[in-house]
């Protein structure tokens, strides 16, 4: 099953509405009955990581914490060498065939429904 990519950075939202966004793409996700999703999230302007890619981190933290998501990576620490990304992998190996898969993208992050 192709792993569905959503862009919550189009059209320059505020954070809430990204956050509004990203929140409604899970639901929609769980709902449809897929295994991940990849959110590209920008890695912001300021060179030390955007206020969209710091909140939406949060937010999915928070999810796995209460159980709503089973695990998310880091862009850049999507490859072979990170464990978190090989147990991914591990849920949804379709992940393996994804064009930033090893890639050290700072502005996506891939979650594990």
């Known amino acids: ?3 569905k990519t959503v862009n919550i950075k189009q059209g320059y ?6 956050m509004l966004r990203l929140s409604q793409e899970l639901r929609i996700a769980k709902a ?12 912001g302007s300021s060179g030390t990581g955007g206020a969209i890619r710091t909140a939406a981190r949060r937010l999915l ?3 796995r914490a209460r ?3 089973r695990a998310f990576v880091p862009g850049e620490e ?8 090989r147990a991914l992998l591990a849920g949804a190996p379709e992940l393996k ?4 898969y090893g890639r050290q993208n700072d502005g996506i992050t891939v979650i594990l429904l």
């Open 67 to 69: 159980g709503q998501i």
């Open 78 to 85: 999507f490859g072979a060498f990170s464990a978190s990304a």
């Open 32 to 43: 449809n009955r897929l295994r991940a999703l990849k959110v590209i999230h920008g890695y």
């Open 13 to 18: 939202p505020t954070v809430e509405q990204a």
């Open 61 to 63: 933290s928070e999810r």
């Open 1 to 3: 099953m192709p792993v």
């Open 97 to 100: 065939n994804d064009s930033d």
